[in-house]
C-alpha cells in the first residue's frame, strides 16, 4: 500500500509505504508533521469515507430465502476504486482534522495506491446484529474461504429492521472485512503531550467559558450574541490529532483495571517503558502520581515530576491499558525532553514492540534513535562474534530488526518527477531511506550536521594546537 502526498504543507510531491516502523526524519518545518495529521485523520476516520455497496437484488434473495451468498473476491476487485472515490472525500474533510481553513487543501492530493497482496480474505468472521436484544442477521465466513453467507434468524414477515437498514449493515460489516486490516485502530502521541500531561484537568477551560458566557446571555434574546459565541469556540478548534491526544490525557483516571494485549502477554515492555521513565505511574484515590524506582512512599504529581516523565504519560497508560496487537501507534517526535540515552531504550522499545506485533509510525530528529536502530538491524546477523557482542551488550533478541520490518524517509527537498510534468523539478519530498542488513541506514540530514560541527571543532583544535 503507498501513499501519494502532493501539496501537502510543504511536501509538493511524495509517495511512501508503511511498515511495521516507519521513520520520517528531517529538517524543521519539512513536512513531517502535516504527513503524520494527514494520515492519523485517515486511519481514525476511514469508516465515513469508505464503503461497499451491494446491490438491492441481494437483500431481496435474502428476504425471500432466508439467505444468500457472497463472494468477497468481487468487493475485492473494487477496492481500489472504493478506496480512491474515499480520498477525494476525506481532501474535503481535511481542514477539520487540520483545524484550519476550509480552502486549505484545495489543491492537495492525497490517494492510497494497492498492492496485489494488501488485501487478505484468509480470516474467519462471524457477526450477528438485529433489533433491541433479538439477533435478526448473521454474517459468517470461513477461514481461507472468500465466501459469505448471510442469513435471516427469524421469518422475513417478523424481522423487525427495515431491509435498507439491513442492507447498511451488511455494508458497514463487509467494508470492515475489506479495509479492517489496512487501517487498524490508532493512537497518537502528538508533540503538545507534555503540556497535555500538565494542564489536562484544565484544557477545557475555553469550553466551559464558552457555556458559561451563554448562560450569561440566556433570557436576553440576543441570538446574535450565542451564535458569535459559537462561532468564536469553532475559531478555538485544536487539529484531531490534538484533541484525540488531550481527550485520552484527560481520561487516563477512567482506564481502571483494563489490561492491553501488551500488559497480559508481553510485560517485559512495560518494564522496559519502566526503566525509560525511572518508575512508574500510579491513579491513586486523591489523583494521578509517578512514582520514583526504589523510592519509599515518595510519589509526585505531574506538575511535580519532570518534563520527560510527563512527556510519556500517555504513552504509558496506552501501553499498559489500550493497546492491542495490530494497532498502530504514532508518536511525534518521542525524543521529547528525553537523555540521548534514554532515547537510545525508546528505540528498542519500539523493536520491542512491533516484534510483538504493534505496528509504530514515528517522526524524529534524534540521531540517537536512528544509530541505537541501526544497531539493532547490524547485530541481528547469524555471524558468532555479533551474536557474542549483542549478548555481552545486554542485547535481546525480541529487540533486534530486520531492513524488511523498517521503512524509513527524510522530508527534503530532491529531484522528483511532478504529475503532469514530462522533466524532474527540484522540490520538498519524501525521500526513501537505504536500509541494509550490514551497515544499517545512513540519514543523511543527521550525518551532515554531525560532520559540519566535526569539522568545525576539528579546526578549532588545530588553531589550539598551533598557538601552543
Given at each position: 500500500?503507498?501513499?501519494?502526498?502532493?501539496?501537502l504543507?510543504?511536501?509538493?510531491?511524495g509517495?511512501?509505504?508503511?511498515?511495521?516502523?516507519?521513520l520520517?526524519?528531517?529538517?524543521?518545518?519539512?513536512?513531517?508533521?502535516?504527513?503524520t495529521?494527514?494520515?492519523?485523520?485517515?486511519?481514525?476516520?476511514?469508516?465515513?469515507?469508505?464503503?461497499?455497496d451491494?446491490d438491492?437484488?441481494?437483500i431481496?434473495?435474502l428476504?425471500?430465502?432466508g439467505h444468500?451468498?457472497l463472494?468477497?473476491?468481487?468487493?475485492?476487485?473494487?477496492?481500489?476504486?472504493?478506496?480512491?472515490?474515499?480520498?477525494?472525500?476525506?481532501i474535503?474533510?481535511?481542514?477539520?482534522?487540520?483545524?484550519?481553513?476550509?480552502?486549505?487543501?484545495k489543491d492537495?492530493?492525497?490517494?492510497?495506491?494497492?498492492?496485489?497482496?494488501?488485501?487478505?480474505l484468509?480470516?474467519?468472521?462471524?457477526?450477528?446484529?438485529?433489533?433491541?436484544?433479538?439477533?435478526?442477521?448473521?454474517?459468517?465466513?470461513?477461514?481461507d474461504?472468500?465466501?459469505?453467507?448471510?442469513?435471516?434468524?427469524?421469518?422475513?414477515s417478523?424481522?423487525?429492521?427495515?431491509?435498507?437498514?439491513?442492507?447498511?449493515?451488511?455494508?458497514?460489516?463487509l467494508?470492515?472485512?475489506?479495509f479492517?486490516?489496512?487501517?487498524?485502530k490508532?493512537?497518537?502521541?502528538?508533540?503538545?503531550?507534555?503540556?497535555?500531561?500538565i494542564?489536562?484537568?484544565?484544557?477545557?477551560?475555553?469550553?466551559?467559558?464558552?457555556?458559561?458566557q451563554?448562560?450569561?446571555?440566556t433570557?436576553?434574546?440576543s441570538?446574535?450574541?450565542?451564535?458569535?459565541?459559537?462561532?468564536r469556540?469553532?475559531?478555538?478548534?485544536?487539529?484531531?490529532?490534538v484533541?484525540?491526544?488531550?481527550?485520552f490525557?484527560r481520561?487516563?483516571?477512567?482506564?481502571?483495571?483494563?489490561?492491553s494485549y501488551?500488559?497480559?502477554?508481553h510485560?517485559?515492555?512495560?518494564?522496559?517503558?519502566?526503566?525509560?521513565?525511572g518508575?512508574?505511574?500510579?491513579?491513586k484515590?486523591?489523583?494521578?502520581?509517578y512514582i520514583?524506582?526504589g523510592?519509599k512512599?515518595?510519589?509526585?504529581?505531574?506538575?511535580?515530576?519532570?518534563s520527560?516523565?510527563?512527556?510519556?504519560?500517555?504513552?504509558?497508560?496506552?501501553?499498559?491499558?489500550?493497546?492491542?496487537?495490530?494497532?498502530?501507534l504514532?508518536i511525534?517526535?518521542?525524543?521529547?525532553?528525553?537523555h540521548?540515552?534514554?532515547?537510545?531504550?525508546?528505540?528498542?522499545?519500539?523493536a520491542?514492540?512491533?516484534?510483538?506485533?504493534?505496528?509504530?509510525?514515528v517522526?524524529?530528529h534524534s540521531?540517537?534513535?536512528?544509530r541505537?536502530?541501526?544497531?539493532?538491524i547490524?547485530?541481528?546477523?547469524?555471524?558468532e562474534?555479533?551474536?557474542?557482542?549483542?549478548?555481552?551488550?545486554?542485547?535481546?533478541?525480541?529487540?533486534?530488526?530486520?531492513?524488511?520490518?523498517?521503512?524509513?524517509?527524510?522530508a527534503?527537498?530532491?529531484?522528483?518527477?511532478?504529475?503532469d510534468?514530462k522533466k524532474?523539478?527540484?522540490?520538498?519530498?519524501?525521500?526513501?531511506?537505504?536500509?541494509?542488513?550490514?551497515?544499517?541506514?545512513?540519514?543523511?540530514?543527521?550525518?551532515?550536521?554531525?560532520?559540519?560541527?566535526?569539522r568545525?571543532?576539528?579546526?578549532?583544535?588545530?588553531?589550539?594546537?598551533e598557538?601552543s
Amino acid at each position: 500500500m503507498r501513499f501519494i502526498l502532493n501539496n501537502l504543507g510543504k511536501i509538493k510531491c511524495g509517495e511512501m509505504s508503511l511498515a511495521p516502523l516507519t521513520l520520517i526524519c528531517g529538517n524543521n518545518n519539512a513536512g513531517k508533521t502535516y504527513v503524520t495529521y494527514a494520515l492519523y485523520g485517515f486511519f481514525k476516520l476511514w469508516h465515513e469515507f469508505l464503503s461497499v455497496d451491494i446491490d438491492d437484488s441481494t437483500i431481496e434473495t435474502l428476504w425471500h430465502d432466508g439467505h444468500v451468498e457472497l463472494d468477497m473476491n468481487n468487493f475485492k476487485e473494487q477496492a481500489q476504486d472504493i478506496l480512491n472515490r474515499g480520498c477525494k472525500d476525506y481532501i474535503k474533510y481535511m481542514p477539520r482534522v487540520f483545524a484550519t481553513k476550509p480552502d486549505r487543501f484545495k489543491d492537495t492530493a492525497f490517494g492510497i495506491k494497492l498492492e496485489n497482496d494488501d488485501i487478505r480474505l484468509n480470516r474467519s468472521y462471524h457477526q450477528d446484529f438485529g433489533s433491541g436484544t433479538k439477533n435478526i442477521v448473521s454474517i459468517d465466513k470461513k477461514t481461507d474461504s472468500t465466501v459469505v453467507t448471510v442469513s435471516l434468524l427469524v421469518e422475513s414477515s417478523e424481522a423487525k429492521i427495515t431491509k435498507q437498514s439491513a442492507k447498511k449493515y451488511i455494508e458497514i460489516i463487509l467494508t470492515e472485512m475489506i479495509f479492517g486490516e489496512l487501517f487498524p485502530k490508532t493512537y497518537i502521541a502528538s508533540t503538545e503531550r507534555t503540556g497535555a500531561a500538565i494542564f489536562r484537568r484544565d484544557l477545557y477551560f475555553a469550553r466551559n467559558r464558552l457555556l458559561e458566557q451563554i448562560g450569561n446571555t440566556t433570557g436576553s434574546n440576543s441570538s446574535t450574541d450565542i451564535i458569535e459565541l459559537a462561532f468564536r469556540a469553532h475559531k478555538n478548534d485544536y487539529p484531531l490529532p490534538v484533541q484525540d491526544n488531550v481527550e485520552f490525557s484527560r481520561s487516563l483516571e477512567d482506564c481502571g483495571p483494563n489490561q492491553s494485549y501488551i500488559a497480559k502477554q508481553h510485560h517485559e515492555i512495560l518494564e522496559s517503558f519502566a526503566d525509560i521513565i525511572g518508575g512508574d505511574y500510579q491513579v491513586k484515590k486523591d489523583g494521578l502520581f509517578y512514582i520514583p524506582k526504589g523510592s519509599k512512599g515518595t510519589r509526585l504529581s505531574m506538575q511535580e515530576s519532570s518534563s520527560s516523565v510527563r512527556s510519556l504519560l500517555d504513552i504509558g497508560f496506552y501501553l499498559r491499558h489500550q493497546i492491542q496487537k495490530g494497532d498502530f501507534l504514532m508518536i511525534d517526535e518521542p525524543e521529547l525532553n528525553l537523555h540521548p540515552s534514554n532515547q537510545r531504550r525508546m528505540a528498542r522499545l519500539f523493536a520491542q514492540l512491533i516484534n510483538a506485533g504493534i505496528n509504530v509510525f514515528v517522526t524524529t530528529h534524534s540521531d540517537y534513535l536512528i544509530r541505537e536502530l541501526n544497531t539493532l538491524i547490524m547485530l541481528n546477523s547469524d555471524r558468532e562474534q555479533l551474536k557474542q557482542l549483542a549478548t555481552m551488550e545486554k542485547y535481546k533478541q525480541e529487540e533486534l530488526l530486520i531492513p524488511s520490518q523498517l521503512s524509513v524517509y527524510i522530508a527534503k527537498e530532491a529531484s522528483v518527477a511532478l504529475p503532469d510534468k514530462k522533466k524532474k523539478q527540484i522540490c520538498q519530498t519524501l525521500v526513501p531511506v537505504k536500509i541494509d542488513s550490514k551497515y544499517g541506514m545512513e540519514v543523511t540530514t543527521f550525518d551532515e550536521t554531525i560532520r559540519e560541527m566535526n569539522r568545525i571543532q576539528d579546526k578549532i583544535l588545530d588553531l589550539i594546537e598551533e598557538e601552543s
